[in-house]
């Protein structure tokens, strides 16, 4: 492979679970024997920066897997021009540095900035994680009166689609789009199976693939303080329940239709000690 894997995580709506996402990938490539590197181009709210900060603490009594981290702040220039130029500099060289390395987790903000725009157009995989409701559908498509014909693309993605045409121009590369369902309600339930057929039904005219991602399940608000993950438990000395053991499920699922190069190689090492 040339160069590393760059997986982006975004979705112009705040609070969809773009962070908790990247940590848990960036941990199981690394258990899966990758060499992960990741970027929070959000360093500002910081999130994914801090996930990891909590987890370097961890690490002093855990023997825990660590990517190596870079956490960039947009150009604070007033000039716009220069702003951008300056932006597509450390974005770039972060990127150089990193270019040894398997894959680059990219975290993204809920908003729309330059960074996060240019992040997008060097993916390779773009995850965008969108919760089971109305609300957040509609920042990913406007559905005029509800109905699936008069769909129309939301900017964000607009964005997407630009960014893909912008890569192909440049590499001639092409970029996987995935829409990730995440906190999904673990009753079957009318308005999620809605969602299901709404998001089915629009994913080859928009050009993304839908994938499930985890129920809603307390744990994650837990794991962040400690900057761990589901695969993190035996390590850090964390019983498993069932609800451990069906999440880990859902992760390793995930992972494994996110048909990552060099994950789906090693066919994910961890899985026979996942219910140990
Ligand atoms: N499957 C889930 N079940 C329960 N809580 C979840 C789940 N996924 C994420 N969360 C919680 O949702 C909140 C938002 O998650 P997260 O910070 O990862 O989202 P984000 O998309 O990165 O947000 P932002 O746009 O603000 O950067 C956090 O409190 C997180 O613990
Ligand atoms: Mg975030």
Redesign the pocket.
Known sequence: MAGPYIVVLG?EK???????IAMHLIVSLLKGGATVASIDT?AR?G?LTRYIANRTKTAEAHKIVMPVHTPLFCSNNTDTTKARGEDEVQLTKVIENFSSYDYVVIDT??NNTFLSRMAHSIADTIIT?LNDSFIDLDMLIKLESGAIENLRPSVYAEMVWEQKKEKAKRTGGSIDWIVLR??LGSLFSKNREEMRKILESLAKRVGFRLLSG?????I??EL?IKGTTLLDLHETEVAMTLSHVAARQELHELVDALQLPIQKKQQYRERGAAVA
Not at 14 to 20: E, F, H, W
Not at 214 to 218: G, H, L, P, Q, T
């Open positions: 979705n705040g609070g969809t679970g773009k962070s908790t959000d709210q999130t903000p809920g994680p995440n906190r985890f129920c809603e399940r307390v994650f608000k962040f």
